[in-house]
């Protein structure tokens, strides 16, 4: 560790695949824990920061999910539609859905 730095400190990267989105997440650690209990919050900040990054999805899983769509709606649904349930079921963040989130 540089001199320079004089505090333990946790750390958290998260890729999401693909070169799409990368993060980097450091926080100071309290010293006066003992190394389970700095690992145990540890482990809970990396929890909460990962449940709050995006999900991407690829475009094949959101063709079989149009498909799907169709066979169980017995119609054919429109591309905007099947986009919008989509991304609302599963929290796909992998495209902007109209110019204006772009």
């Not at 929890?47 to 999900?55: A, E, F, N, Y």
Request: proline share 3%; with cysteine.
């Amino acid at each position: 560790m540089p001199e320079n730095i004089q505090h333990k400190f946790g750390i958290f990267r998260f890729s999401s695949g693909n070169n799409t989105f990368h993060a980097c997440f450091l926080w100071r650690v309290d010293e006066s824990l003992n190394n389970e209990e700095i690992t145990s919050k540890s482990y809970i900040i990396c929890d909460q920061l990962k449940s709050k990054m995006p999900t991407y999805h690829t475009r094949y899983m959101r063709k079989q999910f149009k498909y799907k769509a169709d066979l169980i709606l017995g119609k054919p649904t429109k591309n905007h539609q099947a986009r919008a349930l989509y991304q609302e079921l599963t929290g796909d963040s992998s495209s902007a859905t109209n110019m204006t989130e772009k």
